[in-house]
């Protein structure tokens, strides 16, 4: 669809148009809108927020959150507690290798001449398939990149890793509904270093790229244009990694009891039901494994003339059945990393909306003059810590890092610590992954399991998705 005025309808529904609102007034002041003489109070319509590329929309509610399942390990990590989960939106399957080699060859293109080591800190670590006393070779050097291999979950990608590549994926959507609209155009060969597009950036100013043939009018200059505001609504918000509640309600996938003809509230699995095997559908496929784990010891994957989940490492990312939200492989295959700082969760521990434990409240920096600094040499805003003395007479936080908030208050070289931080692997680089992988047991494939590694480690059992929050309506 062609644009007219200042933006054009999206193609997945997003509309704004220059004509809509021309004769409307404000309801606050009488002030024409979208009038230069009127002094250019913009208000344009608004059909809602684009589904970015490889999310399904994962509508919000409330929900138990905690393991349903016996204790086995006596953790009385995850105790049962009713929570709400704002919508959102997730991606339909796990990254996989293919999708993470466009990151790097972007990586490379980008920043391999001037930065390399930004380059190589994006590397998966393909070793991560090496075992002591198994023969996995042909995996450390063929996994990642072999086309055979290329719609499997990427592994060996760090916490770290998986933040980084979230976001920059949510520049490289937000670059291309720009040059999609025509108020862009492509520009990759002048991509180099801190010269790339980053969404923050753009919309502070501090990258122009090259314009294209349908920029936004400028309604204070009829022959002016302008570059996209966030008021416009044309840029998405930001991919990042699911919140561990997120991940756990989206999961469960309870919408599928509100269908009349399931009364079966007691889910312990994904794909909504009580036992391992598949049970609608197609009579043909009845009885058939829903996910790929370990059933015992030295089963992976059945007899040959028989294999009961067809994978005796991982498979695809759309193998089997999606749960009642459309989301493919919840339960099995790899864990997934979420966002949270692992602690033990108790019911005082978390919020009733949203929880989440990781907080760190940024400010972006500026300088004597009140003006945003010179984005970094990665073309990203600078951001600082909130500084404790300016928010200590707020209500409701009174600090920066509030990873260790409701821990009792020990010390280590100043930094807040998890109260067994010294003894055990559990401190603030310590992260929730969930899901169970091919080499978990059956228990670990129940949503509301969850485990925790250093978000500087990575392995051959654990990859990730993404996820974008859902902006007004739910």
């Known amino acids: 669809m062609k644009r007219k005025g200042l933006v054009l309808l999206l193609a997945a529904g997003l509309a704004m148009s220059q004509t809509s609102c021309k ?15 009127w002094g250019g109070i913009e208000r344009y319509d608004y059909a809602g927020q684009e589904t970015g590329p490889g999310l399904v929309f994962v509508k919000g509610g409330q929900f138990t959150m905690g393991s349903s399942e016996q204790d086995v390990l006596y953790d009385y990590n995850n105790i049962e507690t009713k929570v709400t989960v704002s919508s959102f939106y997730m ?23 001037g930065q390399p080591e930004v380059f190589f800190s994006a590397l998966p670590d393909t070793n991560c398939w090496r075992e002591k006393l198994s023969y996995n ?34 520049d490289r959507v937000n670059e291309m509904i720009l040059i999609r609209e ?14 790339n597009f980053n969404s923050d950036a753009y919309l502070a100013g501090q990258y122009d790229g090259e314009d294209g043939k349908h920029m936004v009018k400028d309604i204070m200059d009829k022959k002016g244009t302008r570059r996209v505001k966030m008021e416009d609504g044309i840029l998405l918000p930001p991919y990042r990694l699911p919140t561990e509640a997120e991940w756990e309600y989206a999961a469960l996938a309870h919408i599928g009891n509100s269908e009349l003809e399931n009364t079966n509230y007691q889910n312990i699995y994904s794909w909504g039901g009580l036992t391992v095997r598949h049970h609608g559908g197609k009579e043909i496929d009845r009885g058939y494994i829903n996910a790929n784990f370990r059933r015992g010891d030295g089963d992976m994957a059945g007899i040959a003339s028989r294999m009961n989940d067809g994978a005796i490492y991982t498979t ?17 295959n790899v864990s997934e990393w979420t966002m949270d700082v692992y602690r033990t969760l108790s019911p005082e521990d978390k919020s009733d909306v949203n929880p989440y434990r990781g907080n760190v409240f940024m400010d972006p920096e500026k ?18 810590p909130v500084e404790d003395e300016d928010v200590q007479y707020r209500r ?23 109260v067994y931080g010294v003894s055990s692997l559990v401190d603030n680089q310590a992260r929730v992954y969930k899901g169970g992988s091919w080499n978990d047991r059956a228990y670990w494939i129940t949503p509301g399991t969850r485990r925790f590694l250093d978000e500087n480690l990575s392995n051959s059992t654990i990859g ?7 902006i007004g309506s739910m």
């Open 316 to 332: 695809e990312v759309k193998a089997y059945w999606p749960n009642d939200f459309g989301l493919y492989n919840m339960s099995g």
């Open 367 to 384: 300088d004597q003059y009140g003006d945003l600094v010179d984005k970094d040499d990665r073309g990203r805003l600078v951001s600082k």
């Open 464 to 470: 990730f998705r993404c996820v974008m929050h859902r």
């Open 182 to 195: 025509g108020i862009m155009v492509p520009n990759f060969d002048a991509q180099v270093d801190e010269n």
């Open 396 to 418: 409701n936080y009174q600090k920066s890092d509030n990873r260790g908030f409701l821990d009792e208050e020990t010390y280590n070289n100043d930094e807040q610590m998890y």
């Open 91 to 113: 991606d339909e399957a796990e990254v996989s290798n293919h999708n993470y080699l466009e990151y790097l060859l972007w990586m490379k293109r980008t920043f391999y001449d």
């Open 137 to 170: 070779e042909p995996f450390v050097t063929e996994y990642l990149r072999h086309p055979a291999f290329r719609d499997y979950p990427v592994v060996g990608v760090n916490w770290l890793q998986a933040t980084d590549y979230a976001k920059w994926r949510t």
């Open 23 to 37: 004769k409307e007034r404000s309801a606050a002041t009488g002030w024409k809108y979208n009038d230069a003489k």
